[in-house]
């Protein structure tokens, strides 16, 4: 993978299109994904996107904006005038097109220095989407950002599964992520699993019946209209669908999300979140 250092024009990007509901804005510290080769880069929706990706192959490069801490205290006050003018209040999703905890996090420390740059310029809301269990690593910061602003961890764990068939490897641990999971609700960060895009769970109560040990609360989507198309046509030009049928033929079908629904709010009453209401934090049952 190609990792090279770039200086960011802007940082906060309006959002438009799925996002646009949950969030006024989108943070990406990193362009491109360090994790675009392993299970979850297999039908990430960000390797479609031609203006990130420049006609690379996704997981082959990582850009660090070594100045995105600087960018986003300059540019904080005019984005935050125009969200609580224009969306209602200064939401940020960091992030949704990389990951903003990559093994290189701890060299270059992008993340760590927009986190600590929240401190004294704090949005309304932040949502913190990761596949990493390095998330632990910044739980300091994140415990005093809890008390400044809405916050909540989202941490994908999208199946029990610690292989599915002719895919990659996961890009970190099921179990570890779990114990990420663990580690920030002890230390009283509000953190949510998500299981999206939802893959074939192997024993739905026993993963269900965990995540409502650790977390607290679960989203769930699919790929079927999770993936930015209406029909989940860009996954299924993928070789997602077809591994995730050899396991379970259902698991393709967005019933399958219903069913694994249903089956969560045994576990999770009140607690449970779909598609894009749960990202939003809103219509739990």
Known sequence: ??????????????????????????????????????????????????????????????????????????????????????????????????????????????????????????????????????????????????RLTSLRVHVSIETDLDVIPGLPRHADPIGARFDAVERLKREGVRVIVTVSPLLPIGDPERFFERISQVADGVVIDHFIGGDGSANGSRTLRTALPEAMSRIDPESTDLSYRDRMCALARRFLPGRVGTHIDGFADRNWS
Not at 5 to 19: D, N, Q
Request: aromatic fraction near 8%; charge should be positive.
């Open 1 to 146: 993978m190609l990792t090279s250092e770039v200086e960011a024009r802007s940082i906060l990007t309006r959002t438009t299109g799925y996002l646009k509901t949950v969030c006024s804005h989108s943070l990406q510290p990193y362009r491109g994904c360090p994790f675009g080769k392993a299970l979850c880069g297999v039908g990430c929706y960000v390797q479609h996107n031609r203006y990130v990706t420049q006609g690379r192959p996704w997981g082959s490069f990582l850009e660090v904006r070594v100045n995105a801490a600087e960018v986003y205290a300059r540019d904080f006050a005019r984005e935050q005038r125009w969200a609580r003018r224009s969306r209602g209040g200064f939401v940020i999703f960091l992030s949704s097109a990389t990951e903003p905890f990559p093994p290189s996090e701890s060299r270059h420390k992008v993340t760590a220095g927009v986190l600590e740059a929240m401190i004294d310029r704090s949005p309304d809301g932040l949502i913190v989407q990761t596949h990493s269990r390095r998330v632990v690593e910044h739980v300091e910061v994140l415990k005093r950002l809890s």
